[in-house]
């Protein structure tokens, strides 16, 4: 009787340890994955993911404010057919400006005529193209009597010219002339708008006209 008297306090104590021990909890301990690399990684893709979508909403709110400039001038367009049109014009131009300007050279012509004067006087033609000149006669101080023969004796022009009265003669690949004028001071003779000077102290001219190749 004393031996089981004295075990009982022995497994009593026991009990109570046993008892202590498994109400004591544990720490808990964080998931192994929470703490590897891969986490970290997958932290730090969030918050990139997360500022770039807060940056393109931003830049497309930015796109389409009311604030953005826009050019509001007209768009000028061309059709292909108005600018060859606005082509070939030019070319026509210049083209008319060439063959303007060539004319201009071939018809100039250049009269020389004697120093002194007298009334018989030799003039000097000289054409880039003697092929077809022509003369201009006008009756500007009256009646004015004329006669013009080639050097060879043929009829070119003869009559009387009334006062006011104008008349053109071409001249075809012209020889020289044989010139008579009468009132030579009421007569403006001209080649290619190129005017005669008449010596003035004679009222009959009788002139000679050479034509040269320039």
């Known amino acids: 009787m004393t031996l089981y008297r004295a075990e009982v306090p022995v497994k009593e104590a026991a009990v109570e340890e046993v008892t202590r021990a498994n109400n004591q909890k544990e720490p808990r301990e964080l998931p192994v994955f929470l703490l590897g690399k891969g986490f970290k990684l997958i932290v730090v893709a969030l918050i990139v993911l997360v500022i770039g979508g807060i940056w393109l909403m931003m830049y497309v709110k930015g796109n389409n404010s009311d604030d953005a400039v826009v050019d509001q001038t007209p768009a000028t367009s061309v059709s292909i057919d108005e600018a060859t049109k606005t082509k070939e014009s030019s070319k026509t ?15 100039k012509v250049t009269i020389t005529a ?32 004329n006669s013009i023969t080639t050097n060879t004796g043929e009829a ?15 001249l075809v690949k012209p020889t020289n002339l044989n010139v008579t004028i009468g009132n030579s001071q009421g007569l403006n003779m001209s080649i290619n708008d190129e005017k005669l000077e008449f010596a003035t102290d004679a009222i009959t001219q009788n002139i000679t006209i050479e034509f040269k190749q320039k």
Request: net charge negative; proline share 2%.
């Open 93 to 107: 131009e210049q083209s008319a400006s060439k063959e303007k300007s060539t004319d201009e050279k071939t018809d």
């Open 114 to 145: 004697p120093e002194a004067n007298s009334g018989s006087m030799n003039y000097v033609v000289e054409a880039a193209s003697v092929d077809e000149l022509t003369m201009t006669i006008e009756a500007t101080g009256g009646d004015s009597w």
């Open 156 to 170: 070119v022009e003869s009559g009387l010219l009334a006062a006011g009265d104008k008349k053109e003669i071409k």
